[in-house]
Every structure is written in structure tokens, then in C-alpha cells.
């Protein structure tokens, strides 16, 4: 429900929710500070009417200086005003845009050293799971293709910590830039 009300200084109708009344808003015309007066019971009757007669339409987009929504407090509704008022006009495609690399991490970039990773099979098996492909995989995927220079296999040997039995296994290496 709306208190309807005028601003004394400008005369520009106001309104505002009923939650708001009693609270100091800023004229939206002429920036007077208004105290938001108290519905009389006839206005409430009459807006009480309204509001069961007609469905509630789609409420429309806020205009300056017509219409105004406010909380109970005046900060918020000097808050709400800022929403009213478009104040971001200026171009804000530059936030969203990817900046681009700076000449330090462009260095970066080119200064990446080859590196070495060996994967031994056994490493990556645990209670009888063998994770071995997919520990390889998110790891490739981290390091990225581009950075992969060589992917080469090796076969090794080591000793069983139960049965104490020399096991032949195979592992991989991957020679990358990182
Ligand atoms: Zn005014």
C-alpha cells in the first residue's frame, strides 16, 4: 500500500509504501528532505479498496520523479534512490574484458623450464584400485597439451612390502614445460 503525498517545497506528488511513513526521504525533484507523513484513514480506505478491486498489475519500472519506493529508513531510501537514478553510465566493458597479459607474465610465459615427471604404476595403486590412468590424466590436464613436450614409457622393478616378491611394473614419463 502507498501513502500519496506532495513535497511542500516542489509540489511534485510523491509516493511512497506505507512502511515508509514517518521516515525523512529526499524529494527525488528538488532534493528537499521530506518527512513522509502518516496515512489518514481515509487515503487507507481508499487504497485498501483499490487494491481489492483490481488485481495488482505488473509494477512498472520506477521513474524519477514520479514514483518513489522507500524502506522505513531514510538510509535506505537514499539507497533505493541510487537504484532509481541510473549512475553507471559510463562504459563498464572494461571489467569484464580479459586484460591483457602484462610484460611480466608474458615473460613468465616464454621463461617456463622443461621439467621431468616419472609415474610409477605401483605408486598409484592403492587397496587394489588402480588409479594410475586417472591420476596421469588430471595431472595432463593441469600441466595442459601445449605444454607437453614427450610422453615415454619405462619398465622398472620393486620390491612388494608383504611378500617381499620383486614385482616388474611399468610407469611413464612425461617430459613437459612448467
Ligand atoms: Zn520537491
Redesign the pocket.
Known sequence: MDIIFE?P????ELSIDAVGAGSQID?P????K?VVPHPDAAQLEAAAKAAAAAPAPPSPPPTIGKEINAMASSAAAKEFKHFVVPVHEGPTESLIAKPLPTLEVAAKETDRQMRIKSFRHSDHVEVGKDHFDEHLNQWLGKVGEANVITISTFVYTHQDLASRAWITDYGVLVVYRG
Open positions: 513535497c517545497t516542489c509540489k511534485q524529494c525533484q528538488c532534493n528537499t521530506v
